[in-house]
């Protein structure tokens, strides 16, 4: 039971990864960090939830998130545009084409692939002394 848990989690980290759920869970993390702090300072929860949901003055970590994002974006952007590029088809005289040779290929030697034949008989008899046990 304990490996299908582990198997699900991994499975999610996976999901959440390819998504861009992990900018989901920082941003979440400095909505927390911001919830405490802005509620703190202001000393009620109501305040500390509109000013960390107000928009005009984020933290140090929401612009780190907010610039990491974009970051991604572009690349993305400029992968996109670098496959695109990449696949365009080839121009007709740039295009090489390899043919089979019009002649078959004539190897020298035979083409009788079994093993050689002895030429001469094997030399006397097996000597048994050494293979009977004494």
């Known amino acids: 039971m304990n490996f299908r848990i582990a198997i699900y989690t991994l499975l999610l980290a996976v999901a959440l990864h390819l998504s861009g759920g992990y900018w989901a869970a920082l941003q979440g993390v400095a909505w927390m960090k911001m919830i405490v702090d802005y509620s703190a300072a202001e000393g009620s929860l109501g305040r500390g939830l509109s000013a960390t949901f107000g928009g005009e003055n984020p933290c140090d970590l929401c612009r780190a998130i907010q610039e990491g994002r974009e970051q991604e974006r572009q690349r993305e952007a400029d992968t996109a545009l670098e496959t695109h590029f990449r696949h365009l ?34 030399p006397g008899p097996v000597p048994r002394a050494g293979l009977l046990p004494a």
């Open 89 to 122: 088809p080839m121009p007709a005289a740039a295009t090489l084409w390899l043919r089979p040779p019009t002649l078959p290929v004539i190897y020298p030697g035979t083409t009788d692939l079994r093993p050689p034949q002895r030429l001469h008989a094997p």
